[in-house]
């Protein structure tokens, strides 16, 4: 386990001073900039928010998976084993992407609306940010989930991993089978019905689904070269 973070750091360190965060933070802040504004209802932002991180994140996973040469990725997996490796790269693509969501649920919470769709009741503060960051979560990692599916090891074509991993993305958030839909589907009926239930079953199913993707990418990783 010390390993491992020792090496999720090793990972994070190198992602930023390569600033090759920087294109998915635009990204992201752009599709806010679009969707955002004061006085929206703030649940609704609240599921745009948790929304457009899913493609930031596969985007950053990708970025990570990739970002070694060849020689320094064979040193850390001779020494720590491919799938921890592998594993920390992944974390660190997660991180960077909770850390573009946090500061952006709190600027909703300060912009936005604490009112229902259509104005009439109230939404309490405390619990609509608690059901943003669970959206947050669920959409993160189910854009880790693309990110690992579609990136190396399971795909090591440049070309085809950027194609799979942007046109999986819009069935990832947009199919209603999906933890990200689900999580975003009750924010935006809770802003509707001016209720705030929690989505733990949403946030659960995200943390099955990039379970799954992580154990078969790193049992990859665990057998090729």
Known sequence: MRATFALTR?????????QRWLAPLLLYAGLLA????????????????????????????????TAEPDAARHCAAAVTGAARAHLAAVAAGVVTALGFGLPAVALVAFVGDPHSTDGRRAVPV??????????????VLVGAAV?????????RSRGIAVAATSLLTLPALALGASPANAAVGELSRASAEGAVPLPWVPVLGAVAVAALAAAVACAVAGRRP
């Open 34 to 65: 679009v969707g955002l504004g004061a006085g929206r209802p703030l649940l609704d932002s609240l599921g745009l928010a948790a929304a457009v991180l899913l493609p930031a994140t596969a985007w950053l996973v990708r970025i990570c998976v």
């Open 10 to 18: 090793y990972q994070l360190a190198m992602l930023l001073r390569s």
């Open 126 to 139: 405390a619990p609509a940010v608690a059901a943003g960051l669970c959206g947050v979560l669920a959409c």
């Open 147 to 155: 990110g690992m599916l579609c990136n190396r090891p399971l795909i």
